[in-house]
């Protein structure tokens, strides 16, 4: 397991990458079924004569595969990831058979004037797929631990 980092470990322009990920038809229908159950997420027939052309995958589906991979390969920080924030916007249409990965970069490093035990990291996230195209950008703020003084 990586290190565990805190506020003091993090730097400005720090960038990081997931491994590929695929996206299954699958996958999108069950994620469809329990949170948004809309004909273009749960059936290709439907879909097919509708706006996207065919099935694709729920925004917020993209969002939670973007968050697993932030998770599990992106930033290790101490006490996991507390969100303070986050703006979401979809670019393009995530479709079966898609090979997403996410890119990173933290923008911004805040240490909090009235906590000295924390600060606020803001990440940009890029979820691309197996072309390079955008196909999300999540910008989100994090609470991260400071190290405690030695």
Sequence with gaps: MAQELYFDDLDVG???????????????KA?????DPQPFHLDENAAADGFFGGLVASGWHVAALTMRR?????????G?????????QWLRATRPGDTLRVFSEILECRPSRSRPTRGTVTIRSETRNQHGAVVQVMTTR????????A
């Excluded at 994620?31 to 949170?35: D, H, I, L, P």
């Excluded at 998770?71 to 920080?77: A, F, K, R, T």
């Design 142 to 149: 994090i609470v991260v631990p400071r190290r405690e003084p």
């Design 14 to 28: 720090r960038r990081f990458e997931s491994e590929p990920f695929a996206v299954t038809a699958e996958a999108i």
């Design 70 to 78: 932030f998770v599990l390969e992106g930033l290790p920080v101490a």
């Design 31 to 35: 994620f469809a079924e329990s949170y």
């Design 80 to 88: 996991g990831l507390i969100g303070a924030g986050a703006e979401l």
